[in-house]
Each structure stands twice: as C-alpha cells, then as structure tokens.
C-alpha cells in the first residue's frame, strides 16, 4: 500500500484547510486510513481514522468538533477537512494505514505511512 499525503500549507488562526491522502496498491488489505500530526519535539498524535468500508469514524480529542475525516472510495483518497484552525494544529501531518478495524488509534498498529505534509498556524 501506497499513501500519499497533500494539502497542508499555511493557514491564519480561525482558518480552514482540507488535507487529502491517496492511497493505491493492495488498500483492501488495509481497512482503516487514518491521519496523525508530529509537531517538533513532541509524539505523535493520533487525530482521526476512517474506515473504508462503512466509513466509521474515530477523533482524537484535539480534532472533535473541528476537524472531519471522510473517504472517497471510488478515488481511493481519504480527506481531513480542518476548521477552527489553531497555532497548536501546527504539525507536520501523516496519512496512514492499518490492517485493524478496531481500536486504531495507535501508532503502533499502521504498517503503512504517507510522507506527511506541513501544516503550519499563524497567530
């Protein structure tokens, strides 16, 4: 599985940015897309995952209210549409997939990473 990361650029406090991620190859194999942010010096976070098949949905707490993940199975893209844009979004963020349907918010559990995309908030 192939995952490719787009989207992120430079966004105001308050702002909007729609991240995508392509996926191609075996993406049957896995069931569940999700995207994590790495901002400098910190872990990665978990922000949000989907699954392909029936469109589930789980958020880290940072996202709930303001960010929404969704899928476009013909395109094989998954989306994280971001709103209510804040300083602390800043990151660097991965699209990411896992053979799990369940319980996925783990870094631990996605065997397949995108090359991330920078997503920087100003104040």
């Known amino acids: 599985v192939q995952l490719q990361a787009f989207g992120g650029g430079l966004a105001q406090t308050g702002g909007s940015l729609r991240l995508s991620c392509l996926a191609s190859?075996?993406?049957?194999?896995?069931?569940?897309v999700g995207w994590w942010r790495q901002a400098p010096g910190k872990e990665r976070e978990f922000v949000a995952r989907?699954?392909?098949?029936?469109?589930?949905?789980v958020y880290g707490d940072s996202a709930k209210g303001r960010f929404t993940i969704s899928r476009d199975n013909a395109k094989n893209m998954v989306y994280l549409q971001m709103n209510a844009l804040k300083p602390e979004d800043s990151a660097v963020y991965y699209c990411?997939?896992?053979?799990?349907?369940?319980?996925?918010?783990?870094?631990?559990?996605?065997?397949?990473w995108g090359q991330g995309t920078l997503v920087t908030v100003s104040s």
């Open positions: 190859g075996r993406t049957t194999s896995r069931p569940t």
């Open positions: 989907i699954r392909w098949d029936d469109g589930v949905t």
């Open positions: 990411a997939a896992t053979r799990f349907s369940h319980g996925t918010i783990l870094s631990s559990q996605y065997d397949y």
